[in-house]
Nanobody, 115 residues
Framework: QVQLVESGGDLVQAGGSLRLSCAASKSILSLFYMRWYRQAAGNQRELVARIERNGATYYVDSVKGRFTISKDIANNTMYLKMNNLKPEDTAVYYC?????????WGQGTQVTVAS
């Protein structure tokens, strides 16, 4: 089973940028898809973006045009570039992946956007 570790979360001012990383312990080449979720305090976890095996991407409406999901197969890493951050983007961000062996989740990384 693949293990995932997120990094890159930080405190940033509104309008700023961050890049989150999700490092996998094994090759991500055969994964069905990889996703970024986030969970704000008191809220349910929500899907933010996903990237399929073929590279196709999807974004929740609230982040379209501001966030970019990508993956580096050579380095077994997925990224989430976040621009023009807003206070409502404040949350713990989790990466997950799906493979023939099941789903795996990272431990989360905190993103805090100050107004």
């Amino acid at each position: 089973q693949v293990q995932l570790v997120e990094s890159g979360g930080d405190l940033v001012q509104a309008g700023g940028s961050l890049r989150l990383s999700c490092a996998a312990s094994k090759s991500i080449l055969s994964l069905f898809y990889m996703r970024w979720y986030r969970q704000a305090a008191g809220n349910q976890r929500e899907l933010v973006a996903r990237i399929e095996r073929n590279g196709a991407t999807y974004y929740v409406d609230s982040v379209k045009g501001r966030f970019t999901i990508s993956k580096d197969i050579a380095n077994n890493t997925m990224y989430l570039k976040m621009n023009n951050l807003k206070p409502e983007d404040t949350a713990v961000y989790y990466c997950m992946c799906s493979s023939a062996y099941g789903d795996a989740w990272g431990q989360g990384t905190q993103v805090t956007v100050a107004s």
